[in-house]
């Protein structure tokens, strides 16, 4: 067996990842066929499951790919970046998303692999944590309220990116500062 | 033809809208049969779709209800009964209405009856609008912006309970607040 480089197996997941993601959004979880999937990612369906074990696990893994992203843009850029980058996202994409994980919600495999991937996503609550005791965010409400709340409006965001809805980004930003701005 | 009364139709109707929603919520859309809809409402097929022309139109009717109820909270007893009564909800029926909403965006025919439904609730921005005139909500963005914000957080709040997560209402009550207070 020849010797692969870490660099090559990353490259090789990315691959899987953005073109299982191209495939779910196309044609919704049930219609990406495993032969849509080989299309899509351009290897054969070996070469897929050999790094997901099934297709529950491959869309859990591209699911949390979107939570990875904009917990790491809220750590280098911040929320205005993460909250940008998601009215950005392809709505068809997010539509799936939202509508595959209501419908596989009670499905006791898929949550196994979804709880497994979540795991290994980055926490935003630390985050805030550290700009509460700066006092660039409020400290009157814990740093896990305060999560809750950014994480209700990234989501009322994608359900409406999802929609096809106009929205205005500056003032959900404005509106969002003057919640969780520190109080006089 | 015995004369119906205008209450007796709008009892029947009535009764029909909750045992669908109870039938949508146990089964999932697609598994809401007609003679599942038939048991969980009481009523013969023949009754049911004698007030509904389909079943994408009776969904569609189910799932406007939700917003006109909390429309009409909003404007009886404020924004944060309708907060509220979202937390309160089924998660069962909102996973449910999720789920079906992102999925038949695409179909024409369920498009089409949404669009009707939603014509007849009632729009939140006017009273938005009277709040902000009376100076109780902040006048420096407009009516439709601060609709949009408070419709995020709803949808966020949904998209969490649909999920089955603790959520703290109050203090999510009182960051809204504070992004809606007028500005010194």
Redesign the interface.
């Known amino acids: 067996v020849p010797k692969v480089s870490q660099a090559h197996l990353d490259a090789r997941r990315e691959q899987i990842l953005s073109g299982a993601q191209r495939a779910f959004a196309r044609h919704?979880y049930a219609g990406a066929t495993v032969t849509r999937l080989e299309e899509e990612i351009g290897l054969s369906r070996g070469a897929i499951f050999n790094y997901f074990e099934s297709k529950h696990a491959l869309f859990a893994e591209v699911a949390t790919q979107i939570g990875v992203r904009l917990t790491g843009l809220v750590s280098t850029e911040g929320l205005d970046a993460a909250i940008r980058e998601m009215a950005a996202e392809d709505p068809a994409w997010l539509?799936?998303l939202?509508?595959t994980?209501?419908?596989l919600?009670h499905d006791a495999d898929f949550v196994r692999h979804m709880e497994a991937a979540l795991e290994r996503a980055p926490r935003i609550t630390p985050w805030i944590a550290e700009r509460q005791q700066e006092g660039s965010l409020r400290a009157d409400?814990?740093a896990?309220?305060?999560a809750?709340?950014v994480?209700?409006?990234?989501?009322?965001?994608a359900?409406?990116i999802?929609?096809?809805d106009e929205?205005?980004v500056d003032?959900?930003l404005?509106?969002?500062h003057?919640?969780?701005a520190p109080?006089e």
Request: hydrophobic share 40%.
């Open positions: 919704g539509g799936v939202i509508e994980e209501s419908r919600r409400v814990t896990t309220q305060l809750q709340f994480s209700m409006l990234l989501n009322g965001l359900l409406r999802a929609g096809g929205t205005d003032s959900l404005r509106l969002m003057d919640a969780l109080r």
